[in-house]
């Protein structure tokens, strides 16, 4: 299985998001649909399905011990990745705790197997795919309030229209 961790923004967010998406730009590059909008925390890879079970087992472990708070964050900025063409929105800053996650969740990933993620972190939802180049800046700059009710561990799976997610398991968190 192809896996991340994520964040699944709650509809009206998803809503606002493609809202947004849809007044600044008209056709950047493929768009990410709807369904598939998540912000990203941390890129697992192929994994073995008994490597998943093992994985789930130790967010587990790790949620039961010491729970991080859900983070909450503007999504007030959009970026640009030339080399795989992706343009992105997320947040200009966010708390050190949801670092602290990624941070987790990479370790976590690793220890089950996955491949060593050492890029930077960047909280990002992607909006669109195979970008040639930098879609124009947006007339109306970005603010789209995200509350994290949970992380998710979702799976990737290549279909005939394109790529579909789905939520493999998801654990509440704490709101403070």
């Not at 040639?132 to 799976?157: D, G, K, T, W």
Request: contains cysteine; aromatic residues 10%.
């Amino acid at each position: 299985m192809r896996v991340f961790f994520g964040i699944e923004p709650d509809q009206p967010t998803a809503l606002a998001i493609d809202d947004w998406r849809e007044r600044q730009f008209s056709a950047a590059a493929r768009p990410v649909p709807l369904a598939n909008l998540h912000l990203t925390l941390a890129f697992g890879g192929e994994l073995p399905l008994a490597a998943i079970d093992e994985l789930c087992d130790r967010v587990d472990a790790w949620l039961s011990d010491e729970p991080p708070g859900a983070a909450q964050l503007l999504l007030d900025q959009t970026g640009f990745w030339p080399g795989n063409g992706i343009y992105w929105l997320g947040p200009s800053h966010w708390p050190d705790a949801l670092d602290r996650q990624a941070g987790k969740l990479r370790q976590l990933l690793a220890s089950a197997g996955a491949r060593r993620d050492r890029q930077r972190f960047q909280p990002h939802i992607t909006l669109f795919r195979r970008c040639e180049q930098a879609p124009p800046l947006p007339a109306q700059p970005p603010a789209i309030a995200l509350q994290q009710r949970e992380i998710s561990l979702y799976e990737s799976q290549r279909q005939r229209e394109g790529v579909a997610y789905h939520v493999v398991a998801a654990w509440p968190l704490p709101q403070r």
